[in-house]
């Protein structure tokens, strides 16, 4: 902590608190916001933990009677209310705060004081780095498209993704250093990563301004991706889509999204699949479709018709006598394997054709069955309801 943060931050504000509150004050109010922003409370959220570390430095200072005097003093000195000065460092992460334990838990919480002794050290990095970038990161979720034929989708298909990312440099794998030469070890910080000044009574940790945290610095940096050790590249991977998929829906392909950082896990891929259209066939969810055409004597008398199914032999189908155009008839178990391995229905509609083009021996035998089958008006009933 510098003359800078004491400008800069605000301690009785971040805690809560007027200038003019008790050490008693102080203490309360800081008791209930850590525990609010504790981490173990908090777990992966970054804010929370950043707040509970202003918390504890804030605390730091005001509840210790001569730097809370220090602090009024600078404040008051150099213009209190936040000057904000250009260039702020970053988050002060480094070692070096005397925390009490029993500050926050009380005396009678020895275990938990354990448990939160090992967490500050994760927190506070414990001597070690506490930059966020030398953690673990999981890789990116990374969506792509595939498109299937109507079969492959119906019975699963292995297709080639090509997938564009960021990853690792190829010419310099990764170091950033031009081929041929190897990035060194920081000289300012030693390869910790950790620049720290000492500021009178205590010392204050931040990233190293030479290596930027990385703990290495590159002399020659790499043409390619100019020092960075990251680069665009795409990479081909096989996927396999699994059967039964619809056009449009998304399929989640765990871990095979973008390489993690640092031993970080990889991310998921997601694919967006369309499947092309058939020229006989359709689908309804996890069954097929098909419209097959049936003639008029078929649909009228009765008939067992053969009706094409998927990638198989085409099955039998009996229309009743009397079949209006238009009725559908299922046929179970000739449709989309689902997930669970059950199988969806072939839903086969029937489209009564008219007889066209007849011959004069066809002609008579139809005018012979209309006169069979003279009956009243049928729209009769129709014409009766549209007066009412
Ligand atoms: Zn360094
Ligand atoms: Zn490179």
């Known amino acids: ?16 608190v007027t ?43 005001l509840s210790d009677e001569k730097r809370r005097k220090e602090y009024d003093e600078a404040r008051s000195l150099f213009g209190a209310g936040g000057v904000r000065m250009p260039g702020s460092a ?27 002794g090992d967490l500050l050290g994760g927190v506070f990095g414990g001597g070690g780095r506490t930059t966020t970038q030398a953690r673990p990161r ?25 997938l564009a990312g960021e990853g690792p440099c190829k010419e310099c794998a990764g170091t950033g250093a031009k081929a ?8 300012t910080c030693e390869g910790t990563g950790q620049g720290s000044r000492n500021l009178g009574s205590f010392a204050f940790s931040e990233p190293c301004k030479t290596c930027r945290g990385r703990g290495l610095v590159v002399d020659d940096p790499c043409p390619a991706c100019s020092g960075s050790g990251r680069a665009m590249s795409t990479r081909t991977i096989q996927a396999r889509i699994p059967a039964g998929v619809g056009d449009g829906q998304r399929i989640k392909l765990k871990g095979k999204g973008a390489p993690g950082e640092r031993g970080g896990p990889p991310g998921d891929l997601y694919v967006r699949v369309h499947v092309a259209s058939h020229p006989v066939f359709g689908r309804s969810g996890h069954n ?34 009397g079949t209006p155009s238009g009725r559908t008839f299922r046929v179970r178990g000739k449709g989309v394997r689902r997930s669970d391995a059950t199988v969806g229905d072939l839903l ?14 066809a002609k008579a035998a139809l005018e012979t069955f209309r006169d069979a089958t003279a009956g009243p008006d049928p729209r009769e009933e129709v014409l009766r309801k549209a007066k009412a």
Do not use: W
């Not at 902590?1 to 809560?16: P, Q, V």
């Open 288 to 321: 097929l479709t098909v419209t097959v055409p049936v003639t008029f004597p078929e649909a009228t008398l009765g008939a067992e018709i053969k009706v094409p199914s998927h990638r198989g032999m085409p099955v039998s189908v009996r229309i009743p006598a």
């Open 180 to 187: 041929g030469t190897v990035p060194r070890v920081c000289p």
């Open 90 to 116: 970053g988050p002060a992460g480094g070692g070096g705060y005397g925390f009490d334990l029993g500050d926050l838990f009380g005396a009678n919480s020895g275990n938990a004081g354990g448990r939160l």
């Open 19 to 61: 200038k003019g509150a008790s050490a008693d004050e102080i203490k309360k109010s800081y008791r209930k916001l850590a525990r609010k922003y504790h981490p173990d409370a908090n777990k992966g959220d970054s804010k929370s933990e950043e707040r509970f570390k202003e918390i504890s430095e804030a605390y730091n200072v």
């Open 348 to 361: 086969v509609t029937v489209n009564v054709q008219v007889p066209h083009d007849l011959d004069d021996k």
């Open 138 to 162: 999981r890789g990116a979720d990374v969506e792509t498209e595939a498109s299937l034929s109507f079969g492959d989708a119906i019975d699963g298909a292995t297709v080639s993704l090509r």
């Open 1 to 16: 902590m510098s003359t800078k943060d004491f400008l800069e931050k605000d301690y009785y504000k971040t805690l809560g």
